[in-house]
């Protein structure tokens, strides 16, 4: 079961903004979001297990 995904990324920081969403009708996916480093994040989908391509992730950094 894949209920936990792993990204990574070289932002250095964990003050990022992480946006998933549905890839097929746009609307938000509520997951619980862990900044495990200053290059990783995790996201926990709890007891579903997401299908290749289902959602879309966005991670950026935030500026203020």
Not at 17 to 24: A, C, I, P, S
Not at 36 to 42: E, H, R
Request: hydrophobic residues 35%; positive net charge; charged residues 25%.
């Amino acid at each position: 079961e894949f209920r936990r995904v792993l990204f990574r990324s070289s932002l250095g920081t964990r003050k990022v903004r992480v946006t998933v969403y549905d890839n097929t009708n746009y609307d938000s996916a509520d997951v619980a979001v862990r900044r495990t480093s200053t290059n990783q994040v995790t996201l926990d989908f709890g007891g579903y297990t997401p299908s290749s391509n289902e959602f879309h992730v966005i991670v950026e950094p935030c500026l203020v």
